[in-house]
């Protein structure tokens, strides 16, 4: 990535930055399937028939900007192999182009997924569909703000997904409706980002969440031709910037014992969110202060931190190349350094 980009990732991040304390994420609660579930792209099973829709997708910049002018909505389920993702995605014009595996999808109108299952803002997978069903799957080890590269040679190995039509795909003499994707990822294939661990527990909870990517279009010649206008980026969970690149505001995903369409399980609502946005905050301020001076510090007052920041709860080092910043005064620490990973210990 070169060096104009990644200033301007760390200044919308470092920008960012308010008096109060970022909202909590979109969450969903996943239960284990009753049935059997064939990969059809249809949703017509009775497992997904009682798993709740999620709210409508926002725009990614968050609530205050433009409502999406089409609908998009998911639900999971989960069994003790897979993790099942469906999703909605109404528009009144069904088209895609790419057909090679890791094609650079977003090109396309399409349906990304991006899943963190340690939380910890690093070694996170991300997928995105078009309509035709080409796949894009990649690894990041971090994000692109932290010096990260997608490494296209990472498979989600096992994974099976479906597309239905509920109009006609590439044809613009009629008006369509939706377009519906029917995903079923292994968990293994998950579990490999967390590095070591094999197990999945019920009452786990990872960061994840979903976008679209939506591209005004004109009809020419019969075919479909977009605008040279910008995409729309609709997504589950606000990022609070364009840039779906930020983990650390990705919506939580909770596993939940109980078949769906029996009793609901509590969230579990997070609750280190506010420390870990003020750990977040201090991050982005040294990311912007060695932007500028070529070196970190460990002097809180050379930072412009917002107000939630309580420096007394919080311990910095910094030998001017990297920093180290934790809690203090709980027995559950909480770390992040310059490479954006966060910790809970």
Same mark, same amino acid.
């Given at each position: ?67 999406? !002018? ?256 934790? !809690? ?18």
């Amino acid at each position: 990535m070169n060096k104009i980009l990644m200033t301007i990732l760390l200044l919308s991040l470092y920008n960012n930055v308010s008096c109060q304390v970022p909202p909590v994420p979109a969450h969903y609660v996943c239960y284990k399937i009753s049935d059997d579930i064939a990969i059809d792209g249809k949703l017509n099973e009775r497992s997904w028939k009682l798993a709740q829709w999620s709210d409508p997708f926002q725009d990614i910049e968050g609530y205050s900007e433009p409502q999406p !002018t089409e609908q998009t909505h998911v639900k999971m389920l989960w069994d003790d192999s897979s993790l099942y993702i469906g999703a909605h995605i109404e528009t009144k014009n069904i088209w895609a182009t790419l057909t090679q595996h890791d094609s650079i999808v977003f090109h396309d109108n399409d349906f990304e997924i991006f899943i963190n299952p340690d939380g910890n803002n690093h070694n996170y997978g991300e997928m995105e569909f078009n309509a035709l069903g080409t796949l894009m799957d990649i690894f990041l080890e971090k994000p692109y703000r932290d010096g990260g590269f997608p490494i296209f040679g990472w498979e989600c190995k096992g994974i099976q997904y479906a597309i239905s039509y509920e109009g006609t795909i590439n044809n613009p003499s009629d008006v369509d409706t939706a377009w519906n994707i029917e995903i079923k990822i292994p968990l293994s294939s998950l579990l490999d980002l967390e590095r070591g661990k094999k197990h999945l527990a019920a009452g786990t909870q990872w960061r994840i969440n979903f976008s679209r990517v939506q591209w005004n279009v004109k009809v020419e010649n019969n075919s479909y031709v977009k605008l040279h206008e910008p995409e729309h980026n609709w997504v589950w969970s606000p990022q609070w910037a364009i840039n779906m690149h930020r983990p650390e505001y990705w919506g939580y995903l909770q596993f939940s014992s109980r078949k769906v369409g029996t009793n609901e399980d509590v969230f579990l609502t997070d609750t280190n969110w506010d420390t870990r946005m003020q750990l977040m905050a201090v991050y982005a301020a040294e990311r912007h202060y060695y932007e500028t001076t070529h070196q970190y510090t460990n002097d809180f007052s050379q930072l412009n931190l917002p107000e939630y920041v309580a420096i007394n709860k919080l311990s910095i080092q910094s030998d001017g190349d990297q920093f180290m910043l934790k !809690t203090t005064g709980s027995d559950k620490v909480l770390s992040i350094d310059q490479t954006g990973l966060l910790l809970v210990e």
